[in-house]
């Protein structure tokens, strides 16, 4: 397939280019009416889930600077997310995603790691063979876990994880893809360590696609077990936060038109409860499915700068079970069968020194109590929205923005009638909504204020400051897993405010470190309750090829 922005090539010392040095390629980028832009940072290689507030405003006629994307054409700007296989720097959170066949010609490879990235197979090189490797350390430091609720005070905990793949390409129709994972934790005072911290070792992917042409659109069928990520990253991402990713069994379809894109998808979710090696089969109890459609509207010019966005329309529909499926009550919880239908929208994008991503989900389903299968429906919903400002020409590429989340609640008390608590069982991306991971999105509105600025080549540093509210005083606090249990009644509906910093240090093209740090500081009324505030700190260094 084509090399992503390849159209855009120039040769050295023609006009509007830009010397990138992770490429030492000259791609043309757009000027605005009175300067051109500051050169982009060496190196920018960590992919971010949310296409607003990127450590830097990429050029390019599609946006890519780096990574290696199949040609999605328009849909892989900025980071491209987009194109529905996740966000994709240097290297993507998904490797499956990486096209590596400019390889083919020897004269690009720039990088020691390059010759294990393109292995023809064959004289032509139509049947080639790439790996792909990431190792993480990760630790984090927990003075008052989970509100104060947890009891392990200075708690501290370490974690690996390991994965590694294979892309096989049989011809440009068929590839193979397998991914194995093995993941372990250990530390101090610490909790919640199960199967998705300690992983003998498994796979965590293995799938076969086909690919052709076929309305004018570039389509695909994926099928086996794969990753998932064609969602907004704050209704559903790959789990972050523990050592082993999600990963789904099933069938996904794909086509890609000039500026309209289709998907379609129906899994089953892995279990990955075993404590053996390759042990992990299918948990039919956990279902997800759906449909999304993406529209590039025609591109613009917007105060004097370029203009243009995208449209997502989509239906994802949960299917749970068990203790999964609980929904919160007076004395605690209740098992039941959850199924949830998300009718969504968002449009998100760039106008001139603007950046926007704006949501709206409307969540309907029933709950059927386990016990006597007495049935409800449900009425939820959630609103999401980040707008920010990047100040232009600045060789910080600043951005101060404001996020904003509601997420609908409802009583714990009813025992009947419409539930109204909105949920996102599947692990959303971790730092949208807070790094300590102690909200979720559940019975909450946030507030979030943020600033971000890229200095120093490939250092990033951001500060955020979120502020938390119940949205109904008639439901409970949400956690990841369930809701939280004070030992007095919380009468209030301000949960408190987490300050926040993050500092992301991309060494190299394969090593890099980010660090983070909260104060989370409970409301009067939740300390009243039996909460309490508490400061978080986690590292991870990563190494990938």
Partial sequence: MAEPGAATQKKVGQPGSVYLPQ?????????????????LPPVVLYPHANPVGQPVRTTGVQGRVSGHQYDWGVFNRGNGEAAGFGPVGEYGVAPWAEDWSRLRDKSKRKDPFDLIKYIALNESGSIWLSFSGETRLRNWFESRPNLGTQHNNDSGRFAVRNLYGADLHLGSHVRLFGQLVNADAAGWSGYG?????????????????????????????MFGRQQFLDAPSYMLYNRETPNVPLSWNGFRAYMVWPRIRIDGWDFVQTNDSQNKMFHDTENYNTRLYGFNMTWAPPDGRFMGDRYNSFLDVFYVGYKLSGSSGAIATAKGSQNGSNTRNNFGVRWHGIAGPFEFSLGGIWQGGVFKYAKTNQSRNVNAFALNTLVGYRIPHD????????????????????TSGAIGTYISPFNPQTNYLDTTTYMTGSNLISVAPLIRTTFLKSLSFQVKYPLFWRYSPNDPVYKSSGSYSFPYQFKGKFVGMAPQASLAWQINRHLSWTQYVSRFMTSNALNRAGGSSGTYYQSNFVFRF
């Fill in 23 to 39: 490429d030492r390629e000259r791609i043309v980028v757009t000027p605005s009416a009175s300067q051109p832009p500051p050169p």
């Fill in 193 to 221: 360590y199960g199967s998705t911290y300690r992983k003998r070792l498994d796979a965590q992917q293995a799938f076969i696609e086909t690919k052709w042409s076929m309305l004018g659109a570039k389509s695909g069928f």
């Fill in 395 to 414: 060789r910080f590429h600043t951005f101060a923005g404001l996020q904003t989340d509601v997420y609908s609640g409802g009583n714990a008390r009813k």
